[in-house]
């Protein structure tokens, strides 16, 4: 049975990035140098200002097929014609097929969201702020700096597991694995095990430190 989320179809300009993964509510800032992407955003600046990020795997050069709309909300034009622009993440998409490779990618995409939830996400979200707040306290104390998460962190089940797949780094990989999932409970307990074990590692490097300065 068809969701009501495939019901929507258009055409997007699409943006691949190596190793960028655009989650829904997220800025990303971009410098807009490369002729084709330049042409792309004089375009969509006359339109809606909307276009798609896929994640480009940096050793294969595979495009993800699944990307973020990006809506650029402020830009900042240079010398040269170049740009420094300001997007912030909407909705979720899958490319259904390419429409046109030059001068710049365009596909037939389709929105996707998660299913709705049938259960209270609320006291996982909860276990996974949690685990976040472990993990920033335990990373301050290793590097001896002050680090604190932002007042306004989401609390909404959905929202939360945006916000901490987007600030994972270095693991562009497993961001896009999140960005996929279409269930907001599967994606809040993988984000609850990556923590759990960033948080394990941190604890005993912490110790470590602590049992070295003693």
């Not at 140098?33 to 006359?46: C, H, P």
């Not at 809040?188 to 990556?194: A, F, G, K, M, Y």
Request: glycine share 4%.
């Amino acid at each position: 049975m068809a969701s009501s989320s495939s019901i929507a179809v258009r055409e997007l300009p699409l943006f691949p990035l190596p190793e960028v993964v655009l989650f829904p509510g997220r800025p990303l800032p971009l410098h807009i140098f490369e002729f084709r992407y330049r042409m792309m955003m004089n375009t969509i600046l006359e339109g809606d200002r909307r276009f798609g990020v896929l994640m480009v795997d940096p050793i294969s050069g595979e495009i993800a097929k699944v990307g973020c709309c990006a809506e650029v909300i402020r830009v900042q034009r240079l010398p040269d014609d170049r740009m420094k622009i300001l997007t912030l993440g909407q909705q979720r998409f899958r490319v259904l097929e390419y429409v046109r490779e030059k001068p710049y990618r365009v596909g037939l995409v389709e929105w996707i969201e998660d299913e709705p939830p049938t259960e209270d996400l609320r006291p996982l979200a909860r276990d996974v702020e949690k685990l976040l707040r472990d993990v920033v306290h335990l990373s301050a104390k290793l590097i001896d700096q002050k680090i604190e998460l932002p007042d306004d962190l989401p609390s909404l089940p959905l929202e939360l597991s945006y916000w901490v797949a987007g600030n994972l780094y270095g693991v562009a990989s497993e961001q896009q694995t999140l960005l996929e999932i279409q269930d907001t409970m599967a994606r809040l307990q993988r984000e609850s095990e990556i923590l759990t074990s960033t948080r394990n590692h941190l604890a005993a490097r912490t110790a470590l430190k602590d049992v070295l300065k003693s």
